[in-house]
């Protein structure tokens, strides 16, 4: 069975403190590895994918890198609009189905 | 181009009725899937619909159904509603040939 573990649960930050989020994941197939962020009461908004070993992707204060095993997301120098729920996901070949870590709840202070 | 949408935003249950829950995916959209957020398991995926079929299914009981119509709407169904059914269920819409899912705002559902 897929598995998605996220760490750290909660990152405070100060404003312009970078930091870092892991997804570690166990997958027999990887199809793609998914990065949203939500904010409280919406739904996930979709950020990146990800779909072999060595990819990054760049938005923003955002970037994403991707291993075999796991997968980082970079904030640096974030705004205290950048507090969220982080939530990573993978998507197992053949399925379209998300299975989905728990989340890095990040707040960034002024 | 307007983005997913669910309706109802809210709504308040008891024990034992049953619960239709709507999903418009993005225009063009066939596939739809269903997920249910809670505190305590994250979110889990329910089911997914391309074509008014049913193409996986999650290890939900059989009080959980769906059904996708012609245009792509798609509606979920519990019975039979339990505590533990009161979550934030959500749809989420792919677009034929990509991988990205893309969510609406979803549904928050309580249990009395």
């Known amino acids: 069975e897929d598995q998605v573990t996220q760490s750290p649960e909660a990152l405070r930050l100060q404003e312009g403190e970078s930091s870092s989020l892991n997804c570690s994941y166990t997958?027999?197939?990887?199809?793609?590895l998914f990065w949203y962020r939500q904010d409280p009461g919406k739904g996930p908004e979709f950020l990146f994918t990800?779909?072999?070993a060595g990819e990054e992707k760049e938005k923003e204060r955002l970037k994403a890198t991707l291993t075999k095993k796991e997968s980082f997301l970079h904030i640096t120098a974030p705004k205290p609009e950048d507090s969220a729920t982080y939530l990573c996901a993978v998507q197992a070949i053949p399925d379209y189905k998300l299975s989905f870590g728990a989340g890095t709840t990040v707040t960034v202070r002024a | 181009k307007a983005g997913v949408t669910q309706t109802p935003r809210y709504l308040i249950k008891t024990r034992g009725q049953q619960v239709t829950l709507s999903c418009s995916p993005i225009?063009?959209?066939?596939?739809v899937s269903w997920y249910q957020q809670t505190p305590g398991q994250g979110l889990q995926f329910l089911f997914e619909y391309f074509s008014e079929t049913q193409r996986n299914k999650g290890n939900f009981p059989g009080r959980f159904s769906g059904r996708q119509f012609s245009n792509s709407r798609s509606e979920m169904n519990v019975s039979t509603l339990e505590l533990g059914d009161s979550a934030l269920y959500l749809c989420?819409?792919?677009?034929?040939?990509?991988?990205?899912?893309?969510f609406g705002p979803g549904t928050r559902l309580t249990v009395l």
């Open positions: 997958v027999s197939g990887l199809r793609g």
């Open positions: 990800l779909y072999s």
């Open positions: 989420a819409s792919k677009a034929q040939g990509a991988h990205e899912q893309f």
């Open positions: 225009s063009g959209h066939r596939s």
